[in-house]
């Protein structure tokens, strides 16, 4: 139950509880089983996306989707710097970029509809936990790479690249948000 | 003014199953599941959560609400029975009329044994 969103949880938790114990008395436990985990596994990811495309998450998904492939796209060109990277990189970066503005009207308007000081707060919250991890990344790689600086160095030093510039877009993203009497409403 | 019943055409398979399954009467989310089993002659064999997925949708759509009153006195009270609503009535007609027509289209095209 735990798996579903929280709030079909609350509103439909206690039904799907009798159902199943109708369902079982019906089939026998077994069957009953079966046919709630199959249905299990094709509704918990659906339901989940649907959460997550809600008009108020989906400001958040479409950002973490775009940093994301963007970076991505960095790593790609750092691990490997031959035509291979450099086209991925190429690919991710596009897709990103076409991502961006396409729902470029979508993230302006969650932007407009959001409590800004709580926006403003959390994300200058992420930029200040992501730039504590970063020497905790660089100190953890020293002791775990030792003077070996192999692939596990590029790809570590990759990520904690990936970190730095989540912290700056995050640092950046904070600190241009409008409080929210600001904000149009 | 009313949202025109058309412009939730075409429905999801699911959620006409549901409609189809409440125009008997109020039912509860096992009574219903057990009537599109029926109706589809077991093809159709919802898993609870999907039940109560399609049943959130039609209730934030207005097709479908729920209903304090019970059909019998000693049903377990636990139980939340929905209905249709006028709405829902008029697109489960809509979407009915949409696959007659259909499947009479379907008919005169194919040929007559394959039909």
Known sequence: MLLY??????????????????????????????????????????????TLMKEEHRST??????????????VFLLVDGGPW???????????????AITQRSKLARSMDS?????????????????????????????YILGDHWGTDAIVAFSLWFVVLIAAVCYFIAGITTPKSSAISQ | MPPDPRSFLPLPQAQFHVLVALTA???????????VEDSSAGVVRMGPATLYGTLKKLVERDLVEETDRRPSSDDDARR?????????????????????SLARIARSNLRPGLA
Do not use: N
Request: aromatic share 8%; with cysteine.
């Open chain 1, 85 to 99: 990277g450099l086209f991925v990189s190429a690919v991710l970066w596009a897709v990103a970029a076409v991502v």
């Open chain 2, 80 to 100: 939340r029975y929905y209905r249709l609503t006028g709405l829902g009535e008029a697109v489960c007609r809509a979407e009915a009329d949409r696959l007659t």
């Open chain 2, 25 to 35: 009467g109020d039912r509860h989310g096992y009574a219903i599941m057990g009537a």
């Open chain 1, 5 to 50: 969103p929280r709030d079909f949880r609350d509103r439909y938790g206690d039904d799907l509880v009798q159902t199943l114990t109708d369902l079982s008395r019906e089939l026998g436990p077994r069957r009953a089983w079966r046919r709630a985990t199959l249905d299990l596994v094709v509704t918990v990811p659906r339901y989940r996306m649907e």
């Open chain 1, 114 to 142: 959001v409590d800004g000081t709580r926006l403003r707060r959390r994300r200058l919250i992420t930029a200040a936990a992501l730039a504590l991890l970063l020497p905790v990344m660089y100190v953890a790689s020293l």
């Open chain 1, 61 to 74: 998904f479409l950002t973490f989707a775009i940093t994301l492939m963007a970076c991505a796209g960095i």
